[in-house]
């Protein structure tokens, strides 16, 4: 079956810290990668993708790195601030489904 | 604002009883997906449409739980005689099918449910 798995389910960062968020996923079909960012209380909010014949994307303070080899996500936040913290998921989709690990909390200390 | 939204946004109902939840997808995406959430965990992919058509059903969707999406626009989802296992989160995403965005899922801020 389908899983996803996170290296650290906690994270805490200083601000202004750069912060990386990793992530296992096994299903070697998922052809689209999508990270969001989940505030307590509401939906999961976009935040970056990548599609799998890439190996990096860069955004506004974030950049996405894809390692099919071992089926590896990573985010990195720049710059990490307070409005940052919260639960990040890497959702790796297949088949028009997403599939969400547990997610990782970041949190920032000011 | 013309993002997904869901109605209610939070519900509490006794054990036995049935609840509908009601999801507006963004007006343009013909997709439209359900999924439920628990805490501490992500959320679990429990069906999704292609305008009316029920394309998938999660096995997490057992014969208690019933989606409809009638005229391809709003969806609601309905669970008969609701246990404590029901409560959760339930959260509504919609996506176009085409587009350089089609792949992009795009979540509304979810019903919780809690069942005593």
């Known amino acids: 079956g389908e899983s996803v798995g996170l290296h650290l389910p906690t994270l805490s960062v200083q601000e202004g810290d750069n912060s990386i968020i990793n992530c296992a996923y096994s299903?070697?079909?998922?052809?689209?990668f999508i990270w969001y960012k989940q505030e307590s209380g509401k939906g999961p909010q976009f935040i970056i993708d990548?599609?799998?014949?890439?190996d990096k994307r860069q955004g506004q303070r974030v950049t996405v790195l894809l390692n099919k080899t071992v089926k590896h996500l990573s985010l990195q936040i720049a710059a990490t601030q307070p409005g940052d913290s919260a639960v990040y998921f890497c959702a790796p989709k297949a088949r028009d489904k997403l599939v969400f690990g547990a997610g990782t909390i970041l949190r920032v200390k000011s | 604002d013309t993002g997904v939204s869901q109605d209610p946004r939070h519900k509490i109902t006794k054990r036995g009883q049935n609840v509908t939840f009601r999801c507006d997808p963004i007006s343009e995406h013909n997709r439209l997906y359900w999924y439920r959430q628990t805490l501490g965990q992500g959320p679990e992919f429990l069906t999704y449409f292609q305008n009316e058509a029920q394309l998938e059903k999660s096995r997490l969707l057992s014969d208690r739980f019933s989606a409809e999406r009638p005229k391809g626009s709003f969806s609601t989802l309905e669970i008969q005689r609701t246990e404590q296992g029901d409560s959760a989160m339930y959260l509504c995403?919609?996506?176009?099918?085409?587009?350089?965005?089609?792949?992009?899922?795009?979540f509304g801020p979810g019903t919780r449910l809690t069942v005593l």
């Open positions: 990548i599609r799998s014949n890439m």
């Open positions: 299903n070697s079909a998922s052809d689209y």
């Open positions: 995403a919609s996506s176009p099918t085409t587009g350089r965005r089609k792949n992009e899922q795009f």
